[in-house]
């Protein structure tokens, strides 16, 4: 059975750039599913970040798309998040997601527990 | 894109029907069929009840059901038990290639 978990800085200062970094065990990141960043603020509810897959093809929400990179490591199993130019507003959990054969369209099938950021 | 709409909150007795609605328009929801709901327990992280709009993963209760209608998706809960009461979130594909989520109801069952 899948499982992911994030890890990754819990402050960060503004302006600074955040990196997080998802497991996944119990399966193979180079498997046909989407690996996914979604975050969660008070305010705001979900939002999705973006999604990549083992070939490294990436798709991003287009709010985001200017500070957001999204890589996959096959040899260590794990995918990452770099988001640059940090502001308060991108204090919230964030999980990383597997988006079964096909990506997030349909839906986010395994989560992480999820990581809380602040940006202080 | 703007975020879908959902109502804050609902509520209901145990054994009853609820309905939470995710309004969108013809940019995602109404063009696309492929709506999820998601359920989310306080501090927990959230769980995929139903995916292309009325597909019920494995170990989802089959109480559970989504429908479409135009740019509005509904889930329903029948036969309403206390461990349903938690947060649930729509999602919908969308153009541009993005997913977008609804901003949450919280379920009370009474």
């Known amino acids: 059975q899948v499982q992911l978990q994030e890890s990754g800085p819990g402050l960060v200062k503004p302006s600074g750039t955040l990196s997080l970094t998802c497991t996944v065990s119990g399966g193979s990141v180079s498997s046909s599913d989407w690996w996914n960043w979604v975050r969660q603020t008070p305010g705001k509810g979900l939002e999705w970040i973006g999604e990549?897959?083992?070939?490294?093809?990436?798709i991003y929400n287009p709010s985001l798309r200017s500070r957001v990179t999204i890589s996959v490591d096959k040899s260590k199993s794990q995918f990452s998040l770099n988001l640059i130019s940090l502001t308060a507003a991108d204090t919230a959990v964030y999980y990383c997601?597997?988006?079964?054969?096909?990506?997030?369209?349909?839906?986010?099938?395994?989560w992480g527990q999820g990581t809380t950021v602040t940006v202080s | 894109q703007s975020a879908l709409t959902q109502p804050a909150s609902v509520s209901g007795s145990p054994g009853q029907s609820i309905t939470i609605s995710c309004t969108g328009t013809?940019?995602?929801?109404?063009?696309?069929?492929?709506v999820s709901w998601y359920q989310q327990h306080p501090g927990k992280a959230p769980k995929l009840m139903i995916f292309e709009g009325s597909k019920r993963p494995s170990g989802v209760s089959s109480r559970f059901s989504g429908s479409k209608s135009g740019s509005t998706a509904s889930l329903t809960i029948s036969g309403l038990q206390a461990e349903d009461e938690a947060d649930y979130f729509c999602s919908s594909y969308a153009v541009s290639s993005t997913v977008i989520f609804g901003g949450g109801t919280k379920l009370t069952v009474l």
């Open positions: 997601a597997r988006g079964p054969v096909g990506g997030a369209r349909f839906g986010l099938d395994v």
């Open positions: 990549i897959y083992h070939s490294g093809s990436t």
């Open positions: 013809s940019s995602d929801i109404g063009t696309y069929n492929l």
